[in-house]
């Protein structure tokens, strides 16, 4: 007689990180983290001025190859920015994923304008690029250098590709949509610092690219982001918006627009700098964390871990259980099981068209993204598990 | 024959301070700042969630005797927030000094509503009461319970009097305004934390009150603010919009309305706790250094230090002279030199109404505020330097 199925994915798990507890994902400060700060500390150069946040930008951009990167406070705030600076204006629409974290949609809120939430597909959890062509080929009309929501009237401005738990999306489809539709992309790559694809780091492929370091993330600054991009007059912009849209002097105090306190503090970007110098060993040890998973769940019939799509290279942020559709059911027997036994497990986040805030936003079918939800476990991910 | 007025500047500073270079308002990291902060980094709690955070908003609620605090990310997000909760709504109108720093005036504007600006008075630097009530005589009727701009025919929905540098404003003369006018009332204390009108703490008169910790104010926590109020249910609906409106659960990511990613990290949260220890011990330093100014400008005519209006205790922020009418036509002299030889001074904020995104906002006459501007000057006021 076999096992039901908790107890044959709480016991692949345990194989994978031993008897627990784990949670789904714990930074780890083995390097430079503490002379860092203490530099900070003693320098008195904690805030928004100081070396080491001109240094998290110059590594970032170093790192991803992006000629540009501003740090920010999280990536929420390098979000709303970058949709600004795409030109987002109140009453646009702005497409992307119903299967994100909620932050992308409220970005496109703050900009005044209005969530469009297409479907994913199965691959690469991203962005669903052929039948989001399909639809917008119904929907969709070009009128001058834009495009136009024939059902709403307004204009759909950008689409934001999400690179979801690390694995690249379809960025060579996303952009030719965006091609054909006059599209600006804003790439929300908060969960795929170290993921590229075709050897180009994800968040260089749209105008602008957003990154988060919040504890849960690959790497951390406690809390922050980034937004990276290869265009300078875009990244000056995007540093002074982000900085109070001071204007700079000696003394005086001018502001020449509406800007925002978007300022990581060089004490936060301190802890950055030495995360990034351990990014490499991360990376390494979450892919082998992935490898020790997938073999390990071999033995458990009716799922799979999620694995880096084709031609890319996922950093794999936090490891993705898939269940069959005939299981499914037993998603949340499974959350209880493992929660209640030490392992941290989550199922992905309500998908965003059933929030309150976004259910009456336009949206096409989402059936993949439906089925997803119903299917999709996070596995304790920490790169210590693996070591 | 006499030295010219920058001369004599200079040499009053430097009798104070010595030799110099002397900042204008440098942190000081004495107490537990690296205890606490190694205590985060060894926990790995670094983020949004830990004791930290916790224990900053229990000892602030503690030290302003408000019922409640709400750590955030810095004081402009406390500001949009407490605004929001105000009922600040697109369209509305509010109140606020044309003498404070822009994020007074970027908060109104993330509300969707627009800043009007209100002149200032001498005595305090703060909110004109006498003259707005007078204005708001002419401008405003009551309709309902609400106080429209006749004018403009906009609600006017709020008032944010600021206590500059630390000394209180006119808050019971504000408090009668906002009864008459039916205001609600958010005191922008980000710049007096520890300074107290008849004894109680500036920022616990209104509705809500909202305070700062970016690395020039009297206590630092790199970047991070607070939202303080009496009222549970405020507190409980700051805790939630701020952090991004999840609705509590085990494993469920439901997010309920749109908030805001304005979570302060824990390791920021740890700097604020051993901070506000030392904070007693600041305000001491920092009364003497207004008492050793006083003392050395005598010697300068046409010159004085603002000192705390009667009936208040100032926590002494950022030390100001003010010239006399009569040589105002010198600050910048004196700015370029005492500048050019270390000691760090600057001019007040530029009017906010002056500024291009603000240039068009509705304002009463401005002549106090007018005035200030031409002829006040922030001093060194680093708590080490009356050591």
Not at 64 to 76: E, L, M, P, S
Not at 149 to 166: K, L, Y
Not at 329 to 343: E, K, P, S, W
Request: one cysteine or more; hydrophobic letters at 40%; charged letters at 20%.
């Amino acid at each position: 007689m076999t096992s039901p199925l908790p107890q044959l994915v709480q016991a692949a798990i345990c194989r994978v990180v031993g008897p627990g507890p784990a949670s789904l994902h714990e930074p780890r400060f083995v390097g430079n983290e503490w002379a860092y700060v203490k530099e900070c500390l003693d320098s008195t150069y904690v805030s928004s001025i100081g070396k080491f946040v001109d240094r998290f930008e110059a590594d970032l951009a170093a790192y991803t190859g992006a000629k540009h990167a501003v740090a920010v406070v999280n990536g929420t705030a390098a979000l709303h920015v970058a949709l600004q600076l795409a030109g987002v204006r109140p009453g646009d629409e702005v497409l992307i994923p119903t299967l994100t974290f909620v932050a992308t949609a409220c970005a496109v809120v703050y900009c005044g304008a209005t969530p469009h939430f297409v479907d994913s597909q199965e691959r690469d959890l991203g962005l669903n690029t052929c039948s989001l062509r399909e639809y917008l080929g119904m929907i969709a009309e070009i009128r001058g250098k834009q495009c136009f929501n024939i059902s709403t009237g307004r204009v759909i401005r950008a689409i934001v590709p999400m690179h979801t738990f690390g694995h690249p999306v379809d960025i060579e489809g996303v952009m030719a949509i965006a091609r054909d539709f006059r599209l600006t992309i804003v790439e929300d790559a908060a969960e795929s610092l170290g993921s590229t694809f075709q050897g180009r780091h994800t968040g260089t492929f749209g105008l602008m690219g957003t990154l988060s370091f919040n504890g849960n993330k690959t790497i951390t600054t406690g809390g922050g982001g980034a937004i990276i991009t290869n265009d300078p007059a875009l990244a000056k912009r995007a540093k002074h918006l982000t900085t109070t849209a001071k204007v700079p002097h000696r003394w005086k105090y001018v502001h020449d627009e509406v800007g925002y306190n978007y300022r990581l503090p060089n004490i936060n970007a301190a802890i950055g700098c030495a995360q990034l110098e351990q990014l490499p060993n991360f990376l390494a040890t979450k892919r082998r964390l992935f490898d020790l998973y997938s073999s390990s769940f071999t033995e458990v019939p009716k799922t799979s871990i999620v694995s880096e799509p084709e031609g890319c290279r996922s950093n794999y942020w936090l490891q993705t259980l898939l269940l069959d559709e005939s299981v499914a059911d037993q998603r949340d027997a499974i959350l209880a099981m493992t929660n209640d036994t030490g392992y941290t497990t989550r199922p992905t986040w309500s998908l965003i068209h059933w929030l309150p805030p976004y259910s009456n936003c336009p949206r096409m079918q989402l059936p993949v993204a439906e089925s997803l939800e119903k299917r999709l476990i996070n596995l304790p991910s920490s790169p210590a598990l693996a070591e």
